[in-house]
């Protein structure tokens, strides 16, 4: 591994110069499918795991990336093969009968687990397929969208340097997030540009966690907020309907509004200890606390930790109000237009209450407006939605990776 020297904030918010910090890099949706392993293994999780982490290095620095055992593992733990036969269907149907009588979403299926902001832009999607991927487990990654995942991965290596860490518990990988997240803000801060941040707050009596694509200092001018970018990728060369350019934008204000409110307000981290049952005196495995300690926040604890990252945050701007959308092209990564738009934090905040009187079983879930059943074309669950006005017709995969592809 090849470390570079950067600033790290110290305990006393005294940059000082250091050693690069390795970080660890997981998709937003791996990340999810390990929390859920870990959910799962957590009474009886004693052995170790290795995980892969990244350190930031100059830019177009291409390493290769370390696979996790345990994405692997809770992929196939989880939702084996991810395409809907007959008996996922009949399951599909009867779990529908038995939903109204059920505990809200919220608490069966993110129990004790943040939301992710995808969790929100899926909603927003269509309601009814969020309800069938939550119930069925079963969430289709098509070809192209699997493509627009490796696109993120390149975009990503030409910024960091992925190296293994040893993950023993639940403890280190929340450790790891913190980690990542001071690694990416101080890129920010003195190279001005980071990718795949990742995020985790509590914003309208919630836990939310997220990844943000890109974060771009201004190259002109005295303005030292950050831009928030992400980049779509299409597999047709035009720019999206608007349901998918609305969902895009939906994501990229929960990143400013989770971002804005880490760094403005302080982290609630006794909430945090007692919401995730996380032991705030549990000792860091060996290899996180040697990386922390030669990065220059010597952590031997969560709680050490969570110290190093509310003062990173303390240290950090807010966003700017204006957000960034970038379509590109898969086949040759060309750009084919950017959205460029303004944070509305009124829109944000109702479309989070609407999203959240769904998970918390306040109602049910409503199929997508009239207008959007063309989703039903490329929809997995099309062959037993009573809202799909055309059941019988198969669903489309030529271009589903145009349709709600967000990946993080
Ligand atoms: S078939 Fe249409 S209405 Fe039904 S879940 Fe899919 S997108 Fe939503």
Redesign the pocket.
Known sequence: MTESSQDIPNSNSQPETIPSIPIEFVSEDEMALIEAAYAATRPTLSSSISSSICSPSSRFQTNTRTIQSIALLSKRALNGSGELDMEDSDRLKNAQKRIRVTQPFLHRFRRKRALWVTDITATEW?E??ME?SLVSGKRKTSKAMKAGKARHVELEEEVVKKVKVRVESVEDSWALKFINFITCANQLLFEGLTREIPLVGFVEGIWLVGIIDELRMPETGSDRNPIIVDTKTRVRDSLPAEAQRRNGRLQLMCYKYLWDTLVADSFPSGQFFDFFSLNRNYILSEDIRERTANAGFPAKTLDDMIQYYINTCSMLPSSQDRLLLRYELQKDQSVIGEDQFAYDPEWLKNQIKINLELLLGEREAS??PEEE?W??RH?Q??SV?P??PNPNSPPSSSSSSDQNSSSN
């Open positions: 269509c009814k397929q069938f199929y997508t059943r989703k039903c929809c669950f099309a939605c809202g799909n």
